[in-house]
């Protein structure tokens, strides 16, 4: 019935279509669809209500600033107290710090976007909102956006209506700035999906990860065998791969945009400021650790640099992001170390290198440089200490998740879009049929 979200511009009905795209058989986007673009009538900012919504009585909007570090804290504990948590309640994300700030304050973001509400007799933080502004493209229309996350009201204020407050308060403040669509994704079912992703899993720490109940033990599997099986080398093997440097950030950019255009949908990445901030400056600070990484580091980023002295010419790239879970059934372990499959790129996708032979010819290049690469990923990820390395069904991922040994996980991540009607999204449910 949804009282709150069938009073908003989102699609209303999931599309036949999106179904038949989850078996493979996407219909033609000229096939009787309305043309691609926003659902609610276009605005003006003059138009734009103009004073925060009212709270409940006893609560009161505030504006943490995540660049402090007091009030990044707080924001940091609620999250870890409040967030999301898998079906069984046996972890929660456990977001960091420096992982909020390196997430909320990216080139050009707007402080007023980070909302918060506190009971205004003890000042304490219980809800939060955020948004960042960035460009969103969907097959040929580039429009600006905001990227709407950490959405949380703490345990004891659920289902008390406050989450529809929440986001029509940052609605509002979005809109102030002319911005009229938003991009979002979440673990549950909502109206309405552009598309879903299930999460998958590569084991590191076998004993850690069968002792805390987060990978079973197969029937006429072992704890020994799992060992061996999700052994890797002590050290990368693709020729030149290294860690991403400052100077690398131009080639890195013009990597990015010429493979990303190969989807239909895209979060962009305009200017090498942007590069800079979600691949160099979240590594942190200090000396390398074994079986530790970098004190803080949330972003790890690697590129391949052709062995051609001259050019120097940067033909792969890869990151992966920290983002623990906290372990909320187990006597010893507290902290799941879990790496992320960030964004990545490649030229052994592109046209130049992929025209001789055929289309299947092409594919298995692709397949065998992202398998060398992924795999190289994880060697580092085991290196710095984490325990799982998780990715999606998304992009080119389906064509190394079996040979690097992924498992399917019980989550999926859905994917949304706010005020943006589009015809189906190709390859929006890549392997996926649970909508
Ligand atoms: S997804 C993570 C969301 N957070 C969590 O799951 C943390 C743990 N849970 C909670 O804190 C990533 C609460 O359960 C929350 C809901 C606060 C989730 N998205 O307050 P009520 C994001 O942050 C709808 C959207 O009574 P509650 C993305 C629900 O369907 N809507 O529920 C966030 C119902 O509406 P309906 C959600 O359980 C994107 C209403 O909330 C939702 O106490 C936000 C019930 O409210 C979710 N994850 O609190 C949208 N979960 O119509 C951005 C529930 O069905 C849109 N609901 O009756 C764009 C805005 C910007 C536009 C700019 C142009
Ligand atoms: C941010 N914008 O459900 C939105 N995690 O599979 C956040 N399962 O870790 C939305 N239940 O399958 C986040 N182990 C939505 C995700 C929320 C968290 C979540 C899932 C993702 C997860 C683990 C633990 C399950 C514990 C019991 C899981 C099995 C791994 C196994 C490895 C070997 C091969 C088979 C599978």
Known sequence: EHKFWKTQPVP???????????????????????????????KDVADVRKEPLPLPKGYEWCTPDITIDEECKEVQTLLSENYVEDDDASFRLHYSKEFLHWALAPPEY???????VRQTSN??????????????????????????????????LRSKRLAPVLIKEVTRRVNLKGVWQAVYTAGVVLPTPIGVCRYYHRTLNPVKLVDIGFTPVRRGDTVSRMVRRFGLPASTSTPNFREMCKEDIPQVLDLMKRYMARFELEQKF??????????????????????????GQVAWAYVVEASDPETHRITDFMSFYSLPSLIMKHAKHKDLGTA?????????????????????KAKERLSKRLNSLVNDCLIVAKDAGFDVFNALTMMDNNLFLNEQLFGPGDGYLVNYLYNWRSAPIDGAADGVDVL
């Not at 707007?110 to 918060?116: E, K, N, Q, R, T």
């Open 12 to 42: 209303q009905t999931l599309s036949e279509n999106l179904h038949r795209a989850s078996r493979g058989t996407v219909p033609p986007a000229s096939a009787n669809q309305e043309p691609d673009g926003p659902i609610d009538s276009v």
């Open 110 to 116: 707007v402080a007023d976007w980070h909302l918060g």
């Open 123 to 156: 000042k304490k933080l219980v809800a939060f909102i955020s948004g960042i502004p960035l460009s969103t493209r969907v097959r040929d229309h580039t429009i600006k956006t905001a990227e709407i996350n950490f959405l949380v009201t703490h345990k004891k």
């Open 270 to 295: 305009d200017t090498e400021e942007e590069i800079e901030h979600w691949f160099i400056s979240g590594r942190g600070t200090g000396e390398y650790v074994k079986g530790q990484g970098r004190k």
């Open 340 to 360: 992320y499959l960030f964004y990545y790129a490649t030229d052994a996708a592109l046209s130049s290198s992929s025209s001789q032979g055929g289309e299947e």
